[in-house]
């Protein structure tokens, strides 16, 4: 499975950006996907996942009521609509696909993704 991230950008606080996931190669539509990022200096952290049908989703706490995950598997792409931007928001955005169709109770983490997406820069200015 390739994953091609887009839609990254510089936006000022308070705006909005949409990111776009593609998956080509191997079966999309069976196994959640999920947005990860990583700001300078940080470690990488878990920013939203949706399940293998789209039904189900999960939002890290800082990005909640903001971010919205959604599928096409029709289109094999995963998106990330951001709004209400903040300068903490700024990092590297990738998107990944896991080896199951939804997670864990215990949450989402980046060892239960098997393929990763090179990642999108989006810079939040203040």
């Known amino acids: 499975v390739q994953l091609q991230a887009s839609g990254g950008g510089l936006v000022q606080a308070g705006g909005s950006l949409r990111l776009s996931c593609a998956a080509s190669?191997?079966?999309?539509?069976?196994?959640?996907m999920a947005w990860f990022r990583q700001a300078p200096g940080k470690e990488r952290e878990f920013v939203a996942a949706?399940?293998?049908?789209?039904?189900?989703?999960a939002y890290a706490d800082s990005v909640k009521g903001r971010f919205t995950i959604s599928r096409d598997n029709a289109k094999n792409t995963v998106y990330l609509q951001m709004n209400s931007l903040k300068p903490e928001d700024t990092a590297v955005y990738y998107c990944?696909?896991?080896?199951?169709?939804?997670?864990?109770?215990?949450?989402?983490?980046?060892?239960?993704?098997?393929?990763w997406g090179k990642g999108t820069q989006v810079t939040v200015s203040s």
């Open positions: 949706i399940n293998w049908s789209g039904g189900s989703t």
């Open positions: 190669g191997r079966t999309f539509s069976g196994y959640y």
């Open positions: 990944a696909r896991s080896k199951y169709g939804g997670w864990r109770t215990s949450g989402v983490v980046g060892d239960d993704m098997d393929y």
